[in-house]
């Protein structure tokens, strides 16, 4: 199966997507494997966030064996290390987080090839992953960041609400039912839209800031309001927005998964302007710098105005595709895996069954 190489008009085409895809492949190891840049750390989130990119970049060869090779790296309870370098576990023990991720990425690999037999094969992969997840759920409803260490992180659970209603959609087409699954995802939506302050403070990161929109827990108005909370203190006007406020840094990764948390509110213009506006980390040979260094008075720098750090990532390149792939659906050309993060082709929200936090069960309640 075939498809065209997504555009969005007057920002990118698609042989400049080609290329950014190109500058993904370059990066990935012979075993599959796709580290943040050549030579450096591979984790399974970023990894699959890359494949992804390849995908859609129309490199299928490429992002098949990226996926092939994850299950190699899976340990005993279903979980995956947290850090790999040259096909060895660094950090052994399992994220929560980067375990649930598969579940996306496989199911963003069906929506667009529609190979059943591709997912048969990756389906107990996914599955032992997801279900080390949900057994790491906090009574609020967050989900643990390790079994190492029992706070939930905000970011982080606001993506395995994401991954989780990609695994359901899976369990659906594998017709191997997960109800654990859905009443973990009703418990873990309700905490990410009435229980924030019960996750572990990182706001100084902007991903804390967004990612409860781009994750599908909180949209409609309360996604809105959410994004208006912290805008002009994270988003730099012509330059994209900040990784974190302690620094003059704004970053690409960032501001595209911030350019398609607008996206999935309908807020399609700002997203836009994101997207047209963080083209100046792109590189000549299509890969994109992580960052940019601005000047600032409140934060002097010997070295302002710079790409840092010098290396092209493949996460960047990644979010830069996918950010692309979504606003082209509506501004361009887009494929059947464009509302993988607005949550158009995910399974239902999950309705808020068997809270144990406390609050009156709502099955209503989803979108508030």
């Not at 005993?76 to 850090?83: E, Q, T, V």
């Not at 993060?341 to 399974?347: H, I, K, P, Q, V």
Request: aromatic share 10%; with cysteine.
């Amino acid at each position: 199966m075939s498809f065209e190489i997504p555009y969005v008009d007057g920002v990118l085409t698609p042989a400049q997507i080609v290329a950014t895809a190109g500058s993904i492949a370059r990066a990935q190891e012979a075993s599959g494997a796709i580290p943040w840049v050549p030579g450096q750390h591979t984790d399974i989130w970023n990894h699959v966030e890359a494949a992804m990119g390849l995908l859609v970049g129309g490199l299928v060869e490429e992002a098949e064996a990226a996926y092939d090779w994850i299950p190699s790296l899976q340990n005993a309870d279903g979980s995956w290390p947290m850090k790999i370098v040259n096909g060895s576990a660094v950090e052994t023990v399992g994220e929560s987080n980067m375990s649930a991720y598969f579940a996306v990425g496989l199911w963003h690999h069906w929506l667009i090839r529609r190979d059943r037999a591709f997912v048969e094969r990756l389906w107990p992969s996914v599955r032992a992953g997801l279900d080390f997840v949900v057994g790491l759920q906090l009574p609020f409803g967050g989900i643990a960041w390790t079994p190492r260490d029992p706070f939930a992180l905000l970011t982080g659970s606001s993506s395995i609400y994401q991954s989780l209603r990609a695994g359901v959609a899976l369990a659906d087409l594998m017709d191997d039912p997960q109800p654990e699954w859905e009443i973990v995802g009703g418990r873990l939506g309700h905490a990410l839209r009435r229980h924030r302050d019960s996750f572990e403070d990182k706001s100084h990161h902007s991903m804390d800031w967004y990612y409860p929109v781009l994750g599908g827990a909180v949209v409609g108005d309360a996604g809105h309001d959410l994004i208006e909370s912290r805008w002009d203190h994270f988003v730099r006007p012509g330059l994209g927005a900040l990784c974190v406020d302690t620094n003059p840094w704004v970053t690409g990764a960032e501001t595209c998964e911030l350019a398609m948390a607008l996206d999935n509110i309908g807020d399609h213009r700002r997203a836009l302007r994101l997207l047209t506006e963080m083209q100046h980390l792109r590189a000549a040979d299509g890969g994109y710098w992580t960052g940019w260094v601005y000047e600032s008075p409140d934060y002097p720098n010997p070295n302002p105005n710079a790409f840092w750090p010098e290396e092209h990532s493949t996460f960047t390149a990644a979010a830069v595709i996918l950010a692309a792939d979504a606003l082209g659906e509506r501004y361009g050309r887009s494929t059947a895996g464009s509302g993988i993060m607005r949550g158009t082709s995910l399974a239902a929200p999950f309705d808020e069954l068997a809270l144990e936090c406390g609050c009156e069960t709502s099955e209503a309640s989803q979108h508030a």
